[in-house]
């Protein structure tokens, strides 16, 4: 991942969710288990869009490998959140995503990332107990081609 704060020209999928009251905590930062569930969110939103099913009665099914969080500056109660969404790998059985929360004007303060989630899905065959590793299906790596970050991006 890149070192510094991430811009939004890093992303090229986008979706606007909100923070609620119930996601601050006593010191009045978001608490850090809601920027998971916004990361998880996302990328799951688009999955489903993106495939036009829902990916949960697939044959082969998505489960998270891997979840991390860097911060960078608050995020804040009631202000919307931009989340970006750009596929840093696509492997054979796994993709790794990275997600850019944003607050504020695109062009301000909102320039850079607040935040970037790191989440890695391993693809696993849903109709066997055992859940042994198998290759991303073809629905979802199409659904996810277009968010894979050119060689040269940040």
Do not use: K
Request: hydrophobic fraction near 40%; glycine fraction near 8%; aromatic fraction near 8%.
């Amino acid at each position: 991942m890149p070192a510094s704060r991430p811009p939004r020209a890093a992303y090229p999928h986008w979706e606007q969710l909100t923070t609620r009251w119930a996601d601050i905590d006593v010191y009045g930062h978001m608490n850090n288990a809601r920027y998971f569930e916004l990361i998880d969110t996302v990328v799951n939103n688009h999955l489903v869009r993106g495939t036009g099913t829902d990916i949960r009665r697939l044959d082969a099914i998505g489960v998270v490998a891997e979840v991390s969080c860097r911060y960078f500056a608050e995020i804040t109660y009631p202000e919307p959140i931009d989340l970006g969404v750009v596929v840093e790998r696509l492997g054979t059985s796994s993709i790794l995503y990275r997600v850019g929360l944003f607050q504020g004007e695109a062009e301000g303060a909102g320039a850079t990332a607040c935040a970037e989630g790191r989440f890695v899905h391993v693809y696993v065959d849903n109709t066997d107990p055992a859940r042994p590793v198998v290759p991303v299906p073809d629905v979802i790596r199409a659904a996810v081609a277009p968010l894979l970050r050119a060689p040269d991006a940040t």
